[in-house]
């Protein structure tokens, strides 16, 4: 009998790369708004960014995307791209920043397990923001399942981390 295959604990999500209509305007969102770096441009036609110097975490191009209209939200393709803030202060210091920005959220979650701000990049592409509760706060069942959930995030209480 062969051994049932466990991906390596350490393996991670390296990056994700977006096909998009508007690169110049991706960039808006994805360095200018988010604050990711660029770390290699080529032309007209591809971009990627990284944070903290990584090789990068987002791949965008138009390559077969130029000028075309969003992917159909009833269709197959990726719900969306999370990115993991490394602490609650610091997703509520880009909530702040798209709130001064007046950039629209499609949603605000507590998961139990993390803490998410939810929205669409200039394409359509789905978006998550999150930070991760300490791992000594997450819940299991009696079965050893883990609990997570969806509830309204309360914005005031994530703006508490900046005063």
Same mark, same amino acid.
């Given at each position: ?44 036609? $591809?971009?990627?960014? =990284?944070? @903290?110097? +990584? *090789?990068?975490? /987002?791949?965008?191009? #138009? ?7 969003? $992917?159909?939200?009833? =269709?197959? @393709?990726? +719900? *969306?791209?999370? /990115?993991?803030?490394? #602490? ?13 920005? @007046? ?61």
């Amino acid at each position: 009998m062969q051994k049932k295959y466990t991906i390596p604990e350490k393996a991670r999500i390296g990056h994700v790369h977006l096909k998009v209509s508007d690169l110049e305007r991706s960039l808006k969102f994805y360095r200018d708004l988010l604050g990711f770096q660029v770390t290699a441009k080529y032309g007209n036609s $591809a971009v990627f960014l =990284s944070a @903290g110097g +990584y *090789h990068h975490h /987002i791949g965008l191009n #138009t390559w077969h995307s130029r000028d075309m209209p969003p $992917a159909p939200v009833n =269709s197959v @393709g990726l +719900y *969306h791209t999370a /990115i993991l803030f490394p #602490t609650r202060k610091d997703l509520a210091e880009i909530y702040e920043r798209l709130q001064k920005t @007046g950039y629209p959220l499609t949603g605000a979650s507590d998961h139990g397990v993390s803490e998410a701000l939810y929205l669409n990049d200039p394409d359509g592409n789905g978006v998550e923001l999150y930070c991760d509760r300490p791992k000594e706060q997450w819940t299991y069942s009696s079965d050893g399942d883990l609990i997570m959930f969806t509830e309204a995030l309360d914005p005031d209480d994530l703006l508490k981390e900046l005063h």
